[in-house]
């Protein structure tokens, strides 16, 4: 079994920078890709960006060129997500998540998840 705890969230002004951190324990070399969900009021969860243990990455649209995830397997699996350039519609509640080796992003272990509020 894998435990995600994440840190870092917080309230930021529009265009200011965050950076969520995702540590990982427990079972960690079952992990393969892991990636950042956020979920705002009245809209879906949205898959932000995920990386696998290679380094390949990917984002939402919605994000691309402002955020950047990056990984450190030397400190037992941790995740980070650098959000710069910081917008109003970034306000959500952000979460880590492992899905099993040969799982999908979505499934298998969630952090407990972080606020992150930008306001004007």
């Known amino acids: 079994q894998v435990q995600l705890v994440e840190s870092g969230g917080g309230l930021v002004q529009t265009g200011g920078s965050l950076r969520l951190s995702c540590a990982a324990s427990?079972?960690?070399?079952?992990?393969?890709?892991m990636g950042w969900f956020r979920h705002a009021p009245g809209r879906q969860p949205e898959l932000v960006a995920a990386?696998?243990?290679?380094?390949?990455?990917?984002y939402a649209d919605s994000v691309k060129g402002r955020f950047t995830i990056s990984r450190d397997n030397a400190k037992n699996t941790t995740v980070y997500l650098q959000m710069n350039s910081l917008k109003l519609e970034d306000t959500a509640v952000y979460y880590c998540?492992?899905?099993?080796?040969?799982?999908?992003?979505?499934?298998?272990?969630w952090g407990q998840g972080t606020q992150v509020t930008v306001s004007s």
């Open positions: 998540n492992a899905p099993p080796r040969d799982g999908i992003l979505g499934t298998g272990s």
């Open positions: 427990g079972s960690i070399s079952s992990i393969n890709t």
């Open positions: 990386i696998t243990s290679g380094g390949s990455t990917n």
